[in-house]
T-cell receptor, first 116, second 115 residues
Framework: EAQVTQNPRYLITVTGKKLTVTCSQNMNHEYMSWYRQDPGLGLRQIYYSMNVEATDKGDVPEGYKVSRKEKRNFPLILESPSPNQTSLYFC???????????????FGPGTRLTVL | AQSVAQPEDQVNVAEGNPLTVKCTYSVSGNPYLFWYVQYPNRGLQFLLKYITGDNLVKGSYGFEAEFNKSQTSFHLKKPSALVSDSALYFCAVRLGTSGTYKYIFGTGTRLKVLA
């Protein structure tokens, strides 16, 4: 089954304790992206990757790191989490259309993070 | 600044009536436009997209959207609403600049279809 998986689904942690949220897709997609969803703010893009070893900042990258060493994986790293990073996080992937344009994103189920 | 606006936080409609969820955008260049739906405790699901061509695009579950370049709008529509359409709807723009995968999402509109 084609899917995007995220782990963990729920996480409660404390300020300053480094954490990683994993994201994996099995569709051989070139593009991957991380978003955070907050009430009243919709989804905001944190980082994106256009292929292996190619990442770039979205609108809200502060406090986050990413890496793309393999095509299927795109982990999100919070080196020193703070309470304002409490949010619902989504990973997404999409194909790079051979003729240009843009394909739809496939989203993971979300990770609910609470930083105390 | 580039932005996507969904002016209504919530839209209520009676089952069987037509529905419209509004979206306007302000971006440079030619954007790629999308609608996604989010059901409770789920990730987002793709509904439809406009890349180029016909201004009226049809998508999943009977939804359609009309691209209006002069009004920079991309409103989501459905001729006859179902209770099961009740969900959170997001309009999104992928910036058209080559070499970027930047997306801007609206703040979402909660659709309530009343039986």
């Amino acid at each position: 089954e084609a899917q995007v998986t995220q782990n963990p689904r729920y996480l409660i942690t404390v300020t300053g304790k480094k954490l990683t949220v994993t994201c994996s897709q099995n569709m051989n997609h070139e593009y991957m992206s991380w978003y955070r969803q907050d009430p009243g703010l919709g989804l905001r893009q944190i980082y994106y990757s256009m292929n292996v070893e190619a990442t770039d900042k979205g609108d809200v990258p502060e406090g986050y790191k990413v890496s793309r060493k393999e095509k299927r994986n795109f982990p999100l790293i919070l080196e020193s989490p703070s309470p304002n990073q409490t949010s619902l996080y989504f990973c997404a992937s999409s194909r790079k259309p051979p003729g240009g344009g843009s394909d739809e994103q496939f989203f993971g189920p979300g990770t609910r993070l609470t930083v105390l | 600044a580039q932005s996507v606006a969904q002016p209504e936080d919530q839209v209520n409609v009676a089952e069987g009536n037509p529905l419209t969820v509004k979206c306007t955008y302000s971006v440079s260049g030619n954007p790629y436009l999308f609608w996604y739906v989010q059901y409770p405790n789920r990730g987002l699901q793709f509904l439809l997209k406009y890349i180029t061509g016909d201004n009226l695009v049809k998508g999943s579950y009977g939804f359609e959207a009309e691209f209006n370049k002069s009004q920079t709008s991309f409103h989501l529509k459905k001729p006859s609403a179902l209770v099961s359409d009740s969900a959170l709807y997001f309009c999104a723009v992928r910036l058209g600049t080559s070499g970027t995968y930047k997306y801007i999402f609206g703040t979402g509109t909660r659709l309530k279809v009343l039986a």
